[in-house]
């Protein structure tokens, strides 16, 4: 057996292009495409100004419900002869909901992606919303919340969500919670309807533009829209915290405790979008990040532990989430807030930095094959107002960001003494020790 | 096996190495998954943490999984790495044992323990695979233990046993390599020479033990878990034909007839129709194990205020009216338009293309008949549904797997 003892070195790059971008203004609003010849299937993405921010005070999944009733049947056929029409074309409707937007995707061979198009924007213009429909749907959705809610995770999440954006609509969860969506009635999803899904919005489409047809997709999905684009709302008002706060979710017999550590964090527009991103992979993106290495790879307190950034239109937060061991609840929080803490304090190295830029540039190819990840990447540049040739020049500033760039953002946009501490486990077991490690006032959450 | 596609600059490398937890003896249960962790923490050529950190480095993902008929490996690179991938790979195929060492068995083993914890333990009716394998099939068969493996077992994992695991799993006759993307087949054949040319074959790896069965159970069996549980949900399964059988094409097309979809007879009838059923969780699916019958699982979920006994009734009849109800040919035309989409999406990335290649050259000898599948399933008649529901579904040979929500003390 003989072995090859020495590590290639790199062949020749082939540049880096994001697709071909086209743009056709029809029927009132635009199509934006991307071309990927050769493609069998394609992808498109209505794309809706009408996301989670726009539910009222307590309604909060109220655009959930309506996403969900949307195949309950349209004006010209009831959701069981629409479910055959959709799925006979091989497609299925896949409605989500986020802070800045309410959009509908559906992927469809090539030949058939036109009469997609046409029956998604059937059930997006002219559902029938009967009020029979739209209770039921809201009750499913109620007990749906409940059996979510029963897993480890969105309790802690919604807790954290809460102490870091307070009360209105920011501090309660995206989807809202069974009370809420319990509150939910025909006029709120008929009105977030009307409000919403009436106006044009952008159609996204990625796949073979030399066969598909973007003015008829585009008539498709704008037809019958009346009205124009919301102006979009400035940032939140937000400052860093000076002391850390640790809140118990307790779940009696968890043999894991989830944590959700956070703090908020500026808005995606930020300048330092890319050098806090790369700090936050050294930190707990990569699989070699401090925080997995040692939570994981060397303690064994976890099965994953990550550190991230989330940046909507209006706000950001930065958050560590993992599930350890019960009995090791403790150290691992101890462990990991030494890891954000040296971070913020020392910055990054070469070396960490080095593996950082090169895995956050390469994932700009490697996790944009499909038509679905295409359309994906075009809703950003539609929300954020990107240019076409972003991706490219995004790709070059994660190669360039120096050592002191991305040091500098960590110390400027990580804050460990400011920190929320969620921890959901068995509050029996953990509650003392978590009291006696003096991390922060331990306070216990209202669920 | 190379298949080449410039339409992206990166490129798969994946290998299958034909070994999963089918193969482990009574009381090493877990260890193949084990086995997988330990081939990320470094080689003779390749220190501990150094594996991910070249392939990500490089910016590329990475990934390994292990199920009861195989373990598979396999990275996507920016093409320029085409080679730093290959020699990791190679550099673990011939030269891990030297770099296992007890501090890594002991971590990865913790590691293991927490993903037990995290998908089985502490998730509502996280353990039904666990619970659904050994009752479909019986002791000693090599599907009846989970691939997660017990607490017991990993506890006792040894490091010589792992040692021997890969001299005797771990070789080139037992793998296959499959590439695909921005390359060319002679670059690759090239450059697997050179990293994996000097590895020597190795005889005698031993076979799994026997997995044949005669055909579907011929008792029921039942198992009710009062359980952490939000609502009452009902798992039944049947042992059906092997995945790549024309039996199991017909299956696969029964289980998108039956429960993919709004427009499928479970979704239609109860979550819909009778409207006993949560819409979000009730659904059908076949399972792809390729050395034994594979089991189809039939999952639903009740509404609130619904008796699990109700629901139970109301599965069954949709159920049994597969037989007595023929699918019509409209139901049969969705659901090949639904596996045709899937089928075309499963193939849209260079690491679904590899892997499915692999696959069928590892279970099937020929990566040829990767080509056969879509139109298998769109060769599938009503009738064949009939047949495949009336041969596999019988009461008699179903599991039922209830769980009910525990009582408040």
Known sequence: ?447 | MVSEDRSSPVVCVNLWYDVGSRHEPAGQTGFAHLFEHLMFEGSVHVKKTEHMRLVQGNGGSLNATTNPDRTNYFETMPSEHLELALWLEADRMGGLVPALTQETLDNQREVVKNERRQRYENVPYGDAWLRLLELLYPPGHPYHHPTIGSMEDLNAAGLDTFKAFHQQYYVPNNCVLTVAGDASPAEVFALAEKYFGQLAPVAGIPAAPSAHLTGPATTPARETVSAAVPAPRIYLSHRTHPFGTAGYDAITVLATVLGNGRGSRLYQRLADGKRIAQPDYIGSYGVDLAHAPAPLIITATAKDGVDVAELEDGLSEVIAGLVTEPVTDEELSRAKALLTTAWWRSLSTVGGRADTLGRYATQFGDPATVAYRLPQWLAVTADDVTEAAAYALKPESRVTLTYLPEEKA
């Open chain 1, 1 to 447: 057996m003989t072995l090859v003892a020495t590590r290639p070195g790199t062949g020749e790059a082939r540049p880096y292009t994001f697709p071909e971008i086209r743009r056709v203004t029809v029927g009132g609003g635009t199509v934006i495409a991307a071309h990927l010849p050769g493609q069998l299937l394609a992808s498109a993405m209505l794309l809706l100004d009408a996301g989670a921010a726009h539910e009222s005070d307590g309604r909060e999944g109220t655009a959930t419900v309506l996403a969900k009733s949307l195949e309950e049947g349209t004006r010209t056929r009831d959701s069981a002869a629409y479910a055959l029409a959709l799925e006979g074309l091989g497609a299925e409707l896949s409605p989500s909901v986020d802070w800045d937007s309410f959009r509908v995707g559906v992927s469809a061979p090539v030949p058939l992606l036109l009469a997609t198009v046409r029956l998604a924007a059937e059930a997006i213009r002219t559902p029938r919303l009967d009020p029979a429909d739209v209770l039921r749907v809201r009750d499913d959705e109620v007990t749906a919340l409940r059996m979510d809610w029963a897993q480890p995770g969105p309790r802690a999440d919604a807790t954290l969500r809460a102490d870091l954006f307070g009360t209105g609509r920011y501090g309660r969860p995206l989807h809202g919670d069974p009370t809420s969506v319990a509150a939910v009635t025909v006029d709120d999803v008929l009105a977030f309807h009307q409000s919403g899904l009436l106006r044009p919005g952008v159609l996204l489409v990625a796949g073979d533009l030399d066969t598909l047809d973007l003015a008829a997709l585009g008539e498709a999905a704008f037809a019958g829209t009346t009205g124009s684009a919301r102006a979009p709302e400035g940032p939140l008002a937000w400052t860093p915290r000076d002391q850390r706060t640790v809140i118990l979710v307790d779940r009696p017999g968890s043999v894991q405790s989830t944590l959700r550590l956070g703090h908020r964090s500026p808005e995606r527009a930020t300048p330092d979008y890319v050098p806090m991103t790369l700090a936050a992979t050294v930190l707990g993106g990569a699989f070699t990040s401090r925080l997995n290495h040692l939570i994981r790879e060397v303690k064994g307190y976890t099965y994953g532990i990550r550190g991230s950034y989330a940046m909507s239109r209006r706000f950001g937060r930065f958050e560590v989430a993992a599930g350890v061991q019960t009995a090791v609840t403790v150290p691992a929080i101890v462990d990991t807030l030494g890891e954000i803490d040296r971070t913020q304090l020392d910055g990054v190295t070469e070396d960490e930095l080095s593996v950082a830029r090169s895995w956050r540039a390469g994932q700009l190819s490697v996790e944009m094959q499909t038509p679905g990840a295409i359309v994906g990447a075009l809703s950003t540049l539609v929300l954020h107002g990107l240019p076409d040739d972003y991706y490219p020049s995004l790709r070059t500033q994660y190669l360039e960001a120096t050592v002191e760039q991305v040091s500098a953002a960590a110390a400027a946009q990580l804050h460990p003494k400011g920190l929320t501490l969620v921890v959901e486990g068995d509050a029996a077991v953990i509650r003392d020790e978590l009291v006696a490690a003096k991390i922060g006032d331990v306070v216990d959450a209202s669920f």
